[in-house]
């Protein structure tokens, strides 16, 4: 039996380069990237060196693709990198930023020498001297780290570094980001928009994520992506990754090729990765493509190339300080162009270790004075890119999104709810519907800023509802502009995330994901810690830019899910993302009335936070009259904590609220009874952990202060870390309850029933409450 696919049919194609086919490039082009790549990889090594941390390996292999691609195919204006009608090199291979941070010092240092005017302001240069801080904290305090306010930059990209949009690293989470980003730019200009291209390797496809990654992008027509394979078959420890042929890899049993064309991409086969020729005859040929799309350009290179040092060995590992090895590794460049790198001697501190990098360093800038006619050569197609900008603007498509229309002035407030998101007393709704009505109500005011995916579950979550007006089906740039919803691949929690991100990061559009919050908290956590990180980086080079926002549903929320059974009706979501990151990144919601939604999500978006996250409920639930029943507005939410119910005089107990499963079986089974009985207690909720955390201390204070804690006990829908925040003593800590309490994971039935086996039903709070008060 034999199996082939029929790429015509698909719509793909496959071309490999013939080296005997493959014209070369003029003489003194192919001296200039020559002369490039030799300075660029020596550089690489005299990072680690003076490091003595970093990844080479990848970084000097695809030294060769990124250098054809930014001094002869992107188009891009050196001297703006925050322009968005540029096109993108997305370094998804985010163990590579060695080879980012160099190459991009060296790009600087050549327009540096040709006309300084032509570079932006410092901070978003990426210098030579920058280079002083690669893999620094941003507290080092060695002489010329000070002296040239040199960037620390991190071991793996971030948006701190020009012209990077995303931070990477994180398995998979670079190429989800990536496809996120063509699809943003997509979305926006259409057939003009600008080219994405990708940098990764083949260990780095291996990660399901990016199988996830790439169905989205098959599936939306992605064909401003590009993805370029630095394929050397070498890993942190396999020398042979992928098959190849009738030979099996160590790792996964495809190569490269038939990966991507299996995911719907054209694929062009480079069989010298090394060779300028075939790597510019790659990049040129897709134009001329019958089926343009996605295009893999694969080329097969050596890791650590001309090193010494090849292979799995070198991918985070390099030469000892100083060692013979090193010297070794570049005695090319001296030898080439007669200049020497400093020899190490004396004492071996971060001071001596500092002035020895630098003078490595310019080193290397006397190497680009020492060639004027090569290095001006390479300026020249900077400017070139520049130029070929500036000759096609890629204009936003007529009819754009405007999500900048959220944030004017008076355009939306949480207090003043549309009749769309206004649900009359003893009617039936629920959260998610409520969130999905929110969400398209933003969607209408900013023109289709928002996109919506789900994973195979867009009806179940409501997220359909989002895009309601503007087309239905999925998102496609020809066939289906309108819609707001887009295929994120099927069920693909994990790249949804990192896809939401990279639509987020262009500032354009919001990117919303939904599925179960059972598997959408901890799957899409390493996605939100990589856009609040890329956020909070980015401010470092244009002060004062605001989030952007992606949002994270976490749907069929709590164990009134319980027909599901505990695989799926579970309460530690919320543990996962709520006060577990830093300052601004994240917003968590944990409402308990669908009325609640407009205030918290409109509060929240207006505070701009990385990450918004919803925590909703499957079931309808009744509208209930707050007003009748004693209870706070809904609009009291916006606070995070807010008092839910007040006591008439001094308070018999202190009970807190988190969790609309266990709200609800208050208003129901304890309410009632509290009056009938005379019992005077004091009802707080918690909404948001961290709309209550952006209040100042003296306004938390108010809300909920000490002695409130120090008396209270709490029920939850979530875990019992949640709670010891909100119960302070231990008496409140024994008699909070909590789903999993017993020691044990709930069964499936309904949620009232999984309520009661929790021993949080109405009956079981009211025994325990009266408890609490007697002390019994």
């Keep these: 039996m034999s199996f082939s696919l ?45 490091a ?72 978003q240069q990426l210098r030579l001297e920058d280079l002083l801080g690669f893999r620094k904290n941003p507290i080092t305090k060695t002489p010329l780290f000070l002296e040239f306010n040199a960037k620390p930059l991190d071991g793996h990209p971030t948006p701190q570094t020009p012209f990077v949009w995303l931070s ?94 299996v995911h719907g991409f054209n694929v062009i086969f480079v069989p010298d990765g090394f060779n300028f020729a075939q790597i510019r005859q790659a990049q040129n040929q897709d134009a001329g493509l019958e089926h343009r799309g996605q295009v893999l350009k694969d080329g097969l290179t050596s890791k650590r190339w001309k090193y010494g040092m090849e292979g799995a060995r070198s991918h985070g590992a390099g030469h000892k300080f100083y060692s013979e090895e090193y010297l070794t590794a570049l005695e090319p460049f001296e030898q080439k162009l007669g200049l020497t790198f400093p020899r190490f001697e004396g004492e071996k501190n971060p001071e001596s270790i500092e002035k020895a990098y630098y003078e490595s360093l310019m080193t290397i800038r006397k190497a680009f004075e020492s060639k004027p006619a090569l290095t001006q050569q390479l300026a020249a197609w900077v400017m070139s890119s520049k130029q070929r900008l500036a000759a096609s603007p890629r204009e936003l498509r007529s009819n754009a999104p405007e999500l900048g229309k959220l944030y004017e002035d008076n355009a939306i407030s949480p207090l003043e709810r549309p009749e769309s998101c206004t649900y009359e007393i003893g009617s039936a709704q629920t959260l998610r519907g409520s969130l999905a009505n929110c969400l398209n109500h933003v969607n209408r005011l900013t023109n289709g800023a928002v996109l919506a995916t789900a994973a195979d579950l867009y009806g179940s979550t409501n997220i359909s509802n989002i895009g309601a007006g503007f087309g239905s089906g999925f998102w496609h740039p020809t ?11 099927g069920i693909t929690e994990d790249a949804m995330g990192g896809i939401c991100s990279g639509i987020a990061s262009m500032g354009y559009q919001m990117g919303v994901g939904s599925s179960y919050g059972a598997f959408i908290a901890p799957l899409n956590t390493i996605c939100a810690k990589t856009h609040g990180i890329g956020q909070q980086t980015l401010r470092h080079r244009v002060p004062g830019e605001p989030n952007k926002t992606f949002v994270v549903v976490c749907g069929h929320t709590g164990v009134k899910t319980g027909e599901d059974g505990p695989t799926h009706a579970e309460p530690q979501a919320l543990q996962v993302l709520q006060e577990n990151f830093p300052g601004d990144v994240m917003i968590t919601l944990t409402p308990w009335d669908p009325n609640e939604l407009w205030p918290l999500t409109i509060e929240s978006l207006l505070q701009r936070p990385a990450v918004l996250a919803p925590y909703v409920t499957r079931p309808s639930e009744t509208i209930v009259d707050r007003k009748a029943l004693g209870l706070a507005a809904a609009e009291k939410s916006i606070t995070g904590v807010y008092k839910l119910l007040q006591a008439n005089g001094a308070p018999d107990a202190t009970v807190v609220y988190q969790g609309s499963d266990v709200a609800y079986a208050f208003i129901t089974g304890v309410l009632p009874r509290l009056k009938e009985k005379g019992i005077n207690l004091d009802v707080y909720y918690v909404s948001s952990a961290e709309l209550f955390d952006r209040l100042d201390m003296q306004r938390r204070k108010e809300i909920y202060p000490s002695s409130s804690a120090s008396s209270a006990m709490m029920i939850s829908g ?52 009266q408890h609490y008060i007697s002390g019994k």
């Design 52 to 123: 003595s941390s970093g990844h080479p390996g990848g970084s000097v292999s695809s030294g060769r693709i990124v250098e054809s691609l930014i001094f002869n195919q992107m188009n891009y204006d050196i001297s703006n990198p925050m322009d968005r009608t540029a096109d993108i090199i997305s370094y998804a291979a985010g163990h590579k930023a060695l080879g980012l941070y160099a190459m991009w010092a060296c790009r600087n240092e050549i327009v540096r020498q040709l006309d300084r005017g032509q570079l932006p302001e410092v901070r």
């Design 6 to 50: 029929n790429l015509k049919d698909r719509g793909t194609e496959y071309i490999s380069i013939d080296p005997s086919d493959c014209p070369g490039l003029p003489a003194e082009e192919k001296d200039s990237l020559e002369f490039l790549d030799l300075c660029y990889r020596t550089l690489c090594a005299v990072m680690f060196n003076h």
């Design 168 to 261: 990477t690293g994180p398995s998979g989470v670079g190429v989800a980001g990536s496809v996120g980003l063509a699809l943003s730019l997509k979305d926006m200009h259409g057939e003009n928009a600008p080219d994405v291209h990708v940098i990764e390797g083949e260990g780095g496809m291996t990660p399901g994520r990016v199988a996830e990654a790439l169905a989205c992008a098959a599936s939306s027509g992605l064909d401003n992506l590009y993805f370029h394979v630095d394929w050397n078959q070498a890993s942190i420890d396999s020398d042979f990754v992928t098959r190849v042929g009738d030979k099996a890899g160590e790792y996964v049993q495809w190569d490269p090729c038939e990966f991507l064309l």
């Design 718 to 769: 979530f875990t019992v870390a949640t709670t010891y925040r909100w119960t302070m003593s231990e008496r409140g800590r024994e008699y909070t309850l909590y789903p999993w309490k017993n020691g044990t994971f709930l069964g499936s039935g309904p949620g009232d029933v999984c309520l009661e086996q929790a021993g949080m039903h109405g009956e079981a709070q009211w025994d325990v409450i």
């Design 479 to 489: 066939k289906n502009p309108e819609s707001r919803l887009f295929s994120a691949g």
